[in-house]
């Protein structure tokens, strides 16, 4: 028994990059580049990458963000949802 | 003619702005106000409340800002709208990058960005002499000058503008614009008369047994003697 697992790659990600992924399986990202692996069916969600800078060792992030990473930016996807245009 | 009430208000402020002006009066002399750190900011209270960086518009929270900035009076393109977030304007680089940070945030937010820079009816930055058109929609052409009196009276007693103001919209000289409206008994604060006038030179006296005529102003007969 084997199960088809979706595989997704990007290099070079970007401020307001968008990609639609699943990010609850698993998810690498390192110096821009994004891999996302997670079984074909599941539900995907479209995202657009942002940037939120970190004040007095705090960050407000919109609800559903997935943290990629936090230096003194934090690089989030967030569900494009949140900017109020159609999902 | 204006009634009293309307002419005690005007002396009151002495040559500033009416505090309760139509919004549309702001709108138009928003004009000024382009460029950070220039003058108010255009798109929030304050513009320690601008993003930092252009990639920092990414977050959703600015879409609000964004918006009204787009919305503008001042702003009728991305060019304005970057020229008010950042003062960096001479570096093409940076301008490219909040640029296209920006139609990103309007693509982002499903902004139809075209229709929002239209909302402006191009007083905003077409410099004062689209401001002062704007202002003086009302009036006829021929009267608008800056040494005709029921235009000073008009932009001064029913706009709502500041002897500052009004001196920005026509590029001339404050000290003028203050003079003719106190030949207008419109400025009442003689001690604000510029250095060297002679403030009586510049009263309007009434005639004989008329107490009133500063309560009613007749610009017909101001305009027929009050020519230099």
Known sequence: ?87 | MYDETTVEAARDRDGDAADERPDKVDDILNWKQLGYEVGEPLAAESYERYPDSAEGLSAPKWSELVERLFRSPAVNGYDEAVEELTAATGDRIIVRRWREALQDAADAADMDAGSMFAEGDGSGCGGPEAALTALTDDLSRHIVAEDNPLCLAFLYAEKGLSVGEITEVFGTDDSNVRRRLHDLGLVENRESLPEGTAADDLLVHPPEGDDDIEDSIDFATVEATNHE
């Open chain 1, 1 to 87: 028994m084997s199960n088809i697992f979706a595989v997704v790659h990007r290099e070079n990600l970007e401020a307001f990059d968008r990609l639609t992924v699943n990010t609850e399986y698993r998810l690498e990202f390192d110096d821009g580049e994004l891999t996302a692996v997670y079984p074909e069916n599941a539900d995907e969600t479209e995202y657009v990458t942002a940037m939120f800078p970190v004040s007095e060792g705090t960050v407000e992030l919109p609800d559903g963000a997935v943290v990629l990473e936090a230096t003194d930016t934090v690089v989030a996807l967030v569900p494009n949802a949140a900017y109020g245009g159609e999902d």
